[in-house]
């Protein structure tokens, strides 16, 4: 199941669309995660709706987001806390 799972980086954008869209079409997965955290939110926002009303249209839908945030020490050996969003998409 983990391996269904797209972490949203600066990669470019087309690249996790089409991540996305080769799970469920080639791989045959009947869910996909795609996880992003900070800046990263609204491009996995993207990526979901782009493939889902361009490539996917009526083949795939949003079953949850989850949103949630971390703790963790950053190159200065500071705590910061990032928020976090996994969203799943399912064949319908």
């Known amino acids: ?3 269904n799972s797209i972490f949203i980086g600066d990669k470019p954008f087309m690249n ?3 991540s996305v869209v080769v ?3 080639t791989k045959e997965a009947e869910e996909v995660i795609v996880k992003a955290r900070g800046k990263f939110i ?3 926002v993207d990526v979901v709706e ?3 009303k361009r490539f996917l249209e009526d ?3 949003v079953k949850q987001i989850n ?3 971390e703790e963790f020490k950053n190159k200065e ?3 910061v806390r990032v928020s976090t969003i996994e969203i799943t998409l399912e064949k319908v």
Do not use: H, P, W
């Open 1 to 3: 199941m983990e391996d």
């Open 16 to 18: 996790y669309v089409t």
């Open 23 to 25: 799970q469920f079409t």
């Open 42 to 44: 609204s491009r996995a």
């Open 50 to 52: 782009v493939a889902r």
């Open 59 to 61: 083949k795939i839908d």
């Open 67 to 69: 949103i949630n945030s």
């Open 77 to 79: 050996d500071k705590e």
